[in-house]
């Protein structure tokens, strides 16, 4: 087993993985200062597992098995993040929630496309947190790095980025300009993170 290191991440994704492509992007240029070691995805067949494919990063599918509880599932999944040496755990559009074992509580990090705690929780993923935040009439919206605790989308922000929402945004218009913070936030969310 390789020991544990915190710029070892492992990198859980559910579909297209752009976040994926971009912490690999900036591991090969030199300017990150942490190294994607383990991908692990919920779901087969995604656009992550190319991703992770091109850039020579490991990848795992791993579905949940029937009847399998969440915190089974989660034992499962850290057990594969352990044997890789991987410290740092980071949810890169996870969309399930994940049970954390008491050895990585407190290392693993979640990227949101919202100002948390608005529009998180359950049924807040991809287009739908933009739509609600246009139903609402937020006038600002944008995206939150935080640590995973036992509640989904919960637990100590350590970098937000936002932008203004203009009268002619559309969800998509917003997914994009949101997401264009996200590629900022998540790497730096990660730096001040190992930095502390
Ligand atoms: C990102 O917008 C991320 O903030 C979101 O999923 C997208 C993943 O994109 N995550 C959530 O909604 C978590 N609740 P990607 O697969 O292209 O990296």
Redesign the pocket.
């Known amino acids: 087993m390789t020991p544990r290191d915190p710029s070892r991440l492992a990198v859980f ?10 912490l690999c992007r900036l591991e090969a240029e030199g300017s990150f200062g942490a190294k994607v070691v383990l991908c692990i995805s919920n779901k087969p067949g ?3 597992l190319e991703h992770a494919s091109n850039a020579g990063v490991p990848s795992l599918v791993m579905e949940p098995t029937p009847g399998e509880g969440t915190e089974a599932y989660g034992r499962r999944a850290f057990d594969a993040v352990r044997a890789s040496g991987a410290g740092t755990v980071v ?5 399930k929630h994940l049970w954390i074992p008491d050895d990585y509580r407190g290392h693993v990090l ?4 919202s100002l948390l705690p608005a529009f ?1 929780g359950k049924g ?3 287009s739908r ?1 933009h739509r609600a935040v246009l139903e609402r009439g937020c006038q600002v919206t944008g ?1 939150t790095v935080h640590l995973v605790d036992e509640v ?2 919960n637990g100590p922000i350590l970098l937000q980025r936002w932008c203004a929402v203009e009268p002619d945004d559309t969800a998509d218009t917003l ?1 994009d300009k ?2 264009q913070e ?1 590629l900022l936030a998540l790497p730096e969310g990660i730096r001040r993170f190992l930095a502390q």
């Open positions: 994704v559910s579909g297209t993985g752009r976040h994926l492509q971009n995604v656009g992550a949810l890169a559009g996870f969309l979640n990227i949101h496309p998180g807040y993923y991809g947190v995206c989904y989308d997914a949101v997401f996200e």
